[in-house]
């Protein structure tokens, strides 16, 4: 092979790769800020989230986990309303919030009312999925407890202890915010306002 055939394959990987990066490198986002005029996910105690297509994997699939970045653990439950729903199904429509709680926990009386005053808002673009952590409360307390606290709109579960595993829930209030690809974007816990829950929403939402 000639010199000159040398030089000039050299100098067109050059440039392909050239291309290749800047392409690359062109891609943005719009921050969460600008959007809502909140914070984002990402101050939010330690449970960050970050912007709209930051997250996607690099690789098709990620390994299965229950932190931020894992692909979320699959299930398949059956809501108070008799719906039997798969985590895959929920987040192959939309974005997903898991949500843990249970009927006697304050925190999650006061954290639930303000998460439903937002909801509505995102209804049509997120699911909310509240899961009992309390196998001991029956599908009809949990069935006073939403109708009671005007949660019409969210879909509530009674307690499944190979979920509450698989996700290591130890505690109420715990939020994963799970997107379209099933990838765990953020993940947290603890009584939050409704311009959290706002963040929340929007976040998954632009997932």
């Given at each position: 092979?000639?010199?000159f ?5 050299f100098?067109?990987v ?17 921050s ?10 990402e101050?939010?105690?330690g ?11 690099l ?54 009312a303000?998460?439903s ?20 409360e ?6 006073a407890?939403?109708?009671n ?6 879909d ?21 915010a ?30």
């Open positions: 092979m000639s010199r055939i040398v030089i000039s394959l100098f067109t050059m440039v392909l790769a050239i291309a290749l990066i800047s392409g690359c490198a062109g891609t943005s986002s719009e969460l800020n600008a959007l809502t005029g909140a914070a984002t996910l101050d939010l105690e449970r960050e989230i970050p912007a709209s297509g930051e997250h996607t994997p690789v098709p699939t990620a390994p299965i986990g229950n932190t931020k970045g894992f692909t979320a653990p699959d299930f398949t439950i059956k809501t108070i309303d008799g719906k039997t729903v798969s985590l895959q199904q929920l987040t192959s429509e939309k974005p997903t919030l898991l949500y843990f709680w249970a009927t006697w926990c304050p925190f999650c009386r006061r954290d639930l303000a998460a005053r937002v909801y509505p808002e995102y209804k049509d673009k997120v699911n909310f999925l509240a899961i009992d952590l309390d196998p001991k029956s599908v009809a307390a949990i069935a407890y939403k109708k606290g005007g949660h019409d709109l969210i509530f579960a009674p307690a499944d202890l190979q979920v509450l595993k698989n996700y290591a829930v130890t505690s109420t209030t715990i939020k994963v799970v997107d379209r690809n099933r990838i765990i974007i953020w993940r947290g816990s603890g009584e939050v306002d409704e311009r959290t829950w706002r963040t929340i929403f929007e976040g998954l939402a632009f997932s």
